[in-house]
């Protein structure tokens, strides 16, 4: 995640890179190879159906026998070989997600006003009736997603929720990923993963009716199914490869900020980290703490290679300056560790969420901890969308009534409009209720 020419022309004050990031890419690059795979791979599944899901099941995620749907046996029982501790954490989360997403409902307000004497408008919230759910877990089972996506689409209301995952090693989906489902309230899971998941739900290939829309976070390859998949089906935002920023001052401890960006970076090999800092000391401290840290940690291949080729630490003089950097970074996450949060709070605004404070991480958010949804915009989608919530499966609709007596206010205009476009049907449309008002 870093900043083109043009971005640091746009901020128009002195920025120093103090880490840059091995390759040139942004997050908001589209590999052309990668789209073509999808797209030959969406066309190729809506002319073969099932079995051209069956066969890229089998040939990328190792998937054995002939039936994706995973039974309600199954479902019921994928708790009991969990650990009493793991099992409590997701209920936790699963209750967490939930409650918050009743708060937001709470705050969506159906309502009806006069806005002219005799015309009422109104807006009603109608949730979308069948909703497909991905839920990730192709490098490592990301065991919250089912809250954020099954568990809020049923606070919205939604019917009916199919969720797809994909099978791991031994050729099923992982236990606790069903877990998670089910106390989210899923009774429909299937086995798959990746673009044959998003295909095969918006098709109507898993339990016969075709999803409206689609929803849930994946790599490169699930967020480019949602793209093209995209008007055809509703999605969500493209959530793609995890990202995280960092905001911090002489306040911080890098050994914290370093933490908090090898999270976030160890999610896979093109997960952008970056930090904006005012602090000099802190933007030598980093980096090297990084890579203290990175020297005991499992998942270090990978994330060291994120931090590598996508990870950036920006020096600057000012608050406003950083401020500027994360208005156009967008990230996924963006965690503030300095002085004044009031401020920081008031003035960002180009983020997919927001943590205040050294006692607030990513993390905590990533596994449901703090209820709100993981669900978020990446390569800079956080310009113009916030991430999925409760709103996202709830249409918002309009309707209005008039009265006879309100006829001339809304037909005369309205004829008079039709007539300088020369839409002779519109202008009839009006003005036969302006005749039926005078006869
Ligand atoms: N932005 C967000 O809100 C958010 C939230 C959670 C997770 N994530 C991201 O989700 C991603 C999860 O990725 P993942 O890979 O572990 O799991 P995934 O479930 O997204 O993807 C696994 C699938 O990718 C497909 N795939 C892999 N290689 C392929 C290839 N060469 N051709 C076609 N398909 C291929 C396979 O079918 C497999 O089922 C991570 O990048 C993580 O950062 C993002
Ligand atoms: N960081 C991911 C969202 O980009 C969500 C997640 C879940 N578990 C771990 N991480
Ligand atoms: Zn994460």
Redesign the pocket.
């Known amino acids: 995640m870093h900043l083109s020419e043009a971005d640091i022309r746009r901020i128009g004050s002195p920025i120093r890179a103090v880490k840059e990031a091995a390759t040139a890419e942004t997050p908001d690059r589209r590999d052309p190879a990668l789209v073509a795979r999808v797209s030959e791979m969406l066309s190729a599944i809506e002319s073969g159906g099932v079995d051209a899901v069956l066969r890229y099941a089998r040939e990328l995620d190792g998937f054995v026998g002939d039936d994706l749907e995973v039974g309600a046996a199954e479902l019921v029982r994928s708790g009991d070989e969990l650990p009493a501790d793991l099992r409590a954490a997701l209920d936790a989360g699963a209750e967490r997600t939930r409650r918050f997403a009743e708060m937001q409902r709470a705050r969506l307000q159906d309502f009806e006003e006069e806005v002219l004497p005799g015309v009422v408008c109104g807006q009603r919230f109608v949730p979308v009736e069948n909703v497909g759910a991905y839920l990730p877990a192709g490098r ?1 089972p ?4 089912a809250f954020m996506t099954v568990g809020v689409a049923g606070v919205a209301g939604v019917p009916n929720i199919v969720a797809a995952t994909p099978p791991s090693r031994a050729g099923r989906p992982h236990p606790a990923v069903l877990y998670a489902a089910r106390v989210s309230g899923a009774e429909s899971v299937y086995a798959v993963g990746g673009v044959q998941a998003l295909a095969a739900m918006a098709f109507g290939l898993l339990d016969g009716t075709p999803s409206d829309m689609v929803v849930g ?1 994946g790599n490169a390859y699930v967020a480019e199914a949602k793209r093209q998949l995209y008007g055809r089906v509703g999605i969500d935002v493209l ?1 793609g490869p ?2 995280v920023a960092v905001i911090a001052d002489d306040t911080a401890d890098a050994a914290v900020v370093a933490a908090d960006l090898l999270a ?1 970076a160890e ?1 896979g090999p093109t997960s952008p980290a970056s930090l904006a800092t005012t602090s000099e000391r802190l933007a030598e401290e980093v980096p090297r703490e990084i890579e203290r840290q990175l020297a005991g940690l499992a998942t270090a291949e990978i994330a060291g290679a994120a931090w590598r080729d996508h990870g950036t630490v920006y020096l600057a003089e000012d608050r406003e300056t950083v401020a500027r950097i994360m208005d156009a970074l967008a990230p ?2 963006l965690e503030v560790i300095a002085d004044d949060l009031d401020w920081w709070l008031d003035r960002l605004r180009n983020y997919g969420s927001l943590f205040l404070g050294p006692w607030s991480t ?2 905590y958010a ?2 449901g901890m703090s209820g709100t949804n ?3 915009p ?1 390569a800079r989608g956080a310009r113009y969308s916030g991430g999925l919530s409760v709103a996202g499966f709830l249409k918002q609709l309009t309707y209005q009534r008039a009265s006879r007596d309100a006829t001339r206010a809304q037909a005369e205009p309205t004829v008079t409009v039709s007539d300088f476009e020369q839409l002779v049907a519109h202008r009839d449309s009006a003005q036969l209720r302006l005749s039926a008002l005078r006869g």
Do not use: G, M, R
Request: proline share 0%; hydrophobic share 50%; net charge negative.
């Open positions: 490592f990301l065991l919250a997603s976070a959530a995890s990202e976030q999610h996924e996450h990513v993390v990533d596994k993981h669900v978020l990446t």
